[in-house]
């Protein structure tokens, strides 16, 4: 297509209500219903206003329609915990955040079929200009953002990205720092509190209770970094909203159980990949031949991880590697005890830092919550409605009237075999259909 071509057509998809019908597939609407076979769906510009099944689909005149016969159909994913373009390869550097980066990882992302990403903590501002384009444009062509701005490091303490996240050395320090974050109208708000296995400080629960108490005086909800079974049982007493990644150095209690339940706490994202991710790539990945991760990657990554030189860069960053293994069965265990005493959960993998690949991540995610002990339909559901819900965005998470066509065309079916979710060959956002 020529460039005016495809200018003009640009603008005809701007002006004109656009029309799409998708039938002959089998529906997984999100909802945690039984599937639909031979379902249909009317898209009408990006939004849902039909679902059903194609005998009784009336398509309107001068609609695309799109024959998915054999195809299977949920929507897209949403990763509840990313962190947005500060990666190169495999090194990270808060100089390599710029909006190309960032442009690069949604597309990334929206190629593996995930929808929206809320990123934790690591955003220069310009991300939430972005996120603002998307928004006033109402019809994003490209992976979702929600943003939590810059999070919240303990003095000389883990976590953060150099150079982008403040560092507080008090509970007084905390209250004008929300309040900008407030301005720039973050969707949430991050703080880090951990001590990387008793090497940093770790942030006191004085500092975590003010950010929650300045945040919710925003309206804004908040979710920590957690480590240890006991910060994340002061940080839910305080009302933290959701937890940003497992607890993982023992088992969860009935008290922690109680106490999520009782003020509404999220297991927000499990990042069961983040600890695998850890012992995984100190040898080469026993997946470094599946086309579908290597196609996010660029060639001289994928040759880096295959060498020596690596996998020992690997176990410096992390001499306790080893120990991973079990903090992983931990978070399988806890998720899984978590999941059945009714505690709200959803899917975040903390993609985005070296080795945690975006894209990638997410249906390896998908595979470990399976594995955990969870069916197939509840990490569905965990991935969509879930995420929409610990988002408040009413229009997104499942294939329902009136809700974005955000959705993942599949080969085969993710209910017999969560792998499945890998053979997305199509993948709509707003119904604009971007891979
Ligand atoms: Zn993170």
Aim: net charge neutral; with cysteine.
């Amino acid at each position: 297509m020529n460039k005016l071509l495809l200018l003009f057509s640009l603008v005809a998809l701007g002006l004109h209500a656009e029309v799409k019908v998708l039938k002959n597939f089998t529906l997984i609407d999100g909802t945690g219903r039984a599937p639909v076979a031979h379902a249909a769906m009317i898209i009408d510009n990006g939004k849902i206003s039909w679902v059903g099944t194609t005998a009784n689909l009336k398509a309107p005149s001068g609609a695309q329609v799109i024959d998915l016969t054999g195809r299977y159909v949920m929507p897209g994913l949403i990763n509840l915990h990313g962190h947005l373009g500060a990666v190169i390869g495999l090194k990270q550097d808060a100089s390599y955040e710029t909006p190309e980066n960032v442009e690069k990882n949604l597309k990334t992302y929206a190629s593996y079929g995930v929808t929206t990403v809320q990123s934790m903590g690591t955003d220069k501002p310009f991300v939430l200009e972005m996120r603002d384009k998307q928004r006033a444009s109402g019809r994003p062509g490209e992976t979702r953002i929600y943003s939590a701005g810059q999070g919240f490091v303990f003095k000389g303490g883990y976590g953060g990205l150099a150079g982008v996240t403040p560092e507080v050395a008090t509970p007084g320090e905390v209250a004008p720092l929300v309040d900008k974050l407030a301005n720039e109208k973050v969707d949430i708000v991050k703080f880090w509190m951990d001590s990387e296995l008793g090497k940093k400080p770790k942030m006191p629960h004085s500092i975590g209770k003010a950010i929650i108490d300045a945040a919710h005086q925003h309206g804004l909800p908040v979710a920590c970094h957690i480590f240890y079974l006991e910060d994340a049982q002061a940080m839910t007493d305080d009302g933290v909203n959701g937890l940003a990644h497992s607890v993982r150095d023992q088992p969860v209690n009935q008290a922690l159980i109680d106490s999520m339940k009782k003020h509404g706490t999220w297991q927000m994202a499990e990042t069961l990949t983040r600890e695998a991710a850890i012992f995984t790539y100190v040898k080469t990945p026993p997946f470094i031949g599946d086309p579908f991760f290597t196609r996010g990657l660029s060639p001289e990554t994928v040759a880096t991880l295959k060498t020596p030189a690596f996998h020992q860069q690997m176990m410096k960053a992390v001499p306790e590697y080893e120990q991973f293994h079990q903090f992983l069965k931990t978070a399988q265990e806890n998720l899984k005890r978590l999941a059945d005493a009714g505690v709200k959960y959803g899917m975040g993998t903390d993609s985005g830092p070296p080795t945690r690949f975006p894209g990638w991540a997410e249906h390896w995610e998908l595979e470990l919550m399976v594995q955990a002990g969870l069916t197939p339909m509840q990490v569905i559901v965990a991935s969509t409605k879930s995420g929409a819900e610990f988002l408040k965005a009413k229009d997104l998470g499942t294939l329902e009237k009136s809700k974005w066509a955000d959705l993942m065309v599949m080969q085969k079916n993710p209910l017999d075999d969560i792998r499945n979710t890998r053979t997305v060959e199509a993948v709509y956002i707003a119904g604009n259909r971007v891979k």
